[in-house]
Every structure is written in structure tokens, then in C-alpha cells.
């Protein structure tokens, strides 16, 4: 869904991965297109909140450093928003 730029439709896709199995390796990408979708359509908070919640839990994936670089080319850090669904779906089983 990135390709064809419906940027909702893959934030949904994307956001269910986040929210029902943080505890498969798939979460790696999807906090990292979750990133990239969201910078792309301007809401940078929550690309910030799923770039430093990626850093935080897979600090050596090479989806974190993708997730790094984008935030920082958009010229802002990776941050944690404590009150992101992002960030309350990893503090839920003690992840973040």
C-alpha cells in the first residue's frame, strides 16, 4: 500500500500489526512503515513516537536506522509520545 501512496490504508494495516503482536518480528517493519507513512502525510509526532519506540525495543535493527534516518531528514529526532497508541501498545506488555 505505500507503493500506491495510500498512506491510511497502510497506517491501519500497519497499526494492527503494532497493536495485536508486538511480539512477532514483524513489528520491526511495521513501526518502520508506520515511520515512513506517517512523515510522508506530515503527522510527524507519531513518526517520531514509532521511530523512538523501534530504537527503544530493536535498538540494532536495520529497520531502526531507516526509521533514524527518515525522521532526521524530515529534521527532527526520534521521541517518544508516552500518550500515542504506539507507545501505550509496548508499556501494555512491558516492552517499552
Do not use: C
Amino acid at each position: 500500500n505505500l507503493e500506491k501512496r495510500n498512506f491510511t490504508g497502510a497506517i491501519n494495516r500497519f497499526k494492527t500489526v503494532v497493536t495485536q503482536y508486538q511480539t512477532t518480528r514483524h513489528v520491526e517493519e511495521a513501526l518502520a512503515r508506520l515511520t515512513e507513512a506517517y512523515m510522508a502525510i506530515g503527522i510527524v509526532g507519531e513518526a517520531q513516537t514509532a521511530a523512538a519506540v523501534l530504537g527503544h525495543n530493536f535498538p540494532d535493527s536495520k529497520w531502526y536506522k531507516d526509521a533514524y534516518n527518515l525522521v532526521k531528514s524530515g529534521g527532527v529526532e526520534p521521541s517518544e509520545n508516552k500518550g500515542s497508541y504506539i507507545s501505550r501498545a509496548f508499556k501494555k506488555l512491558g516492552l517499552g
